[in-house]
C-alpha cells in the first residue's frame, strides 16, 4: 500500500478481518480494499460483515481467479475485484473507477432528487416518495450514473462503458436485464415507464414523471 499513499492516498491497513472490519466502522473510509485471503475469518464472511453496516465501496483482491467465487463476492456486495499478482497502477485505476461510479467524482453532487426519486451517492440510498428502495450494487451504479445526467439520453454502450467498464462492443442485454430490474423496483414496466424513459434506438433517461 506505500505505493498508494507515495500517490497521495490517505492509506490505513489491517492484518486481519475484525481489525479491518473496526477499522471500517470506526474511520467510516471513502473506499476498501479487501483481501479475501485473511488469516481470521474467510474475506467473503468480512465483506457481509461490512456490507451489514456500511455501503463503502469494496474492492476485492485475491489469488482466486476461479469465476463462481468472484461472482459470490460481486453478488454479495463488492464492487469490483483484482487478481493477484497487480501492480499499484492497475490497483489506483479500479479505485478511480470505483469511486467515479460510487459517485467520488465532484461533478456528481452528494443528493440527486428527480421528482419523488432521491439518490444520496454518498450514503448510497434511495428513496421513493419517502420510502427506502433496496437496491444491488450494480443497480444503485446504475441508478446514480443515470442521476447525474438527470434529463439526458444516455446511450446502452455509454452504460456499458461508465458502469460495467466493459469498453468492447457486444451484446447489451446486460443493461437490459438491470433495467428491467430497476423498473421493477421503483414501481413501473418498460411499457408503463414514469422515472427510466426508453428513447427507442437511442438509449435510456432518468427524468420526473410527467403531470
Do not use: C
Not at 436485464?177 to 414496466?189: A, P
Amino acid at each position: 500500500m506505500r505505493a498508494l499513499d507515495e500517490r497521495g492516498y490517505a492509506v490505513s491497513s489491517a492484518a486481519t478481518g475484525m481489525a479491518g472490519l473496526s477499522e471500517v466502522v470506526d474511520r467510516r473510509p471513502d473506499l476498501v480494499v479487501l483481501d479475501l485471503g485473511l488469516p481470521d475469518v474467510d474475506g467473503t464472511e468480512v465483506l457481509a460483515m461490512i456490507r451489514a453496516v456500511s455501503q463503502v465501496p469494496i474492492i476485492i483482491a485475491s489469488a482466486r481467479d476461479d469465476e463462481p467465487s468472484l461472482l459470490r463476492a460481486l453478488d454479495s456486495g463488492a464492487d469490483d475485484y483484482v487478481i493477484k499478482p497487480f501492480t499499484a497502477a492497475q490497483l489506483e485505476a479500479r479505485i478511480r473507477a470505483v469511486l467515479r461510479r460510487a459517485g467520488g467524482s465532484s461533478k456528481l453532487p452528494n443528493v440527486v432528487v428527480v421528482g419523488d426519486l432521491e439518490i444520496d451517492v454518498r450514503a448510497r440510498r434511495t428513496t421513493l416518495a419517502g420510502e427506502k428502495i433496496e437496491l444491488s450494487p450494480k443497480e444503485f451504479e446504475l441508478l446514480a450514473y443515470l442521476a447525474g445526467r438527470a434529463g439526458e439520453v444516455v446511450t446502452k454502450r455509454e452504460l456499458l462503458t461508465d458502469v460495467w467498464q466493459q469498453s468492447y462492443g457486444g451484446p447489451d442485454k446486460t443493461v437490459d436485464v438491470h433495467l428491467s430490474w430497476l423498473r421493477r423496483k421503483l414501481g413501473e414496466t418498460a411499457d408503463r415507464p414514469r422515472y427510466l424513459q426508453a428513447v427507442r434506438g437511442v438509449g435510456v433517461r432518468l427524468a420526473a414523471p410527467e403531470t
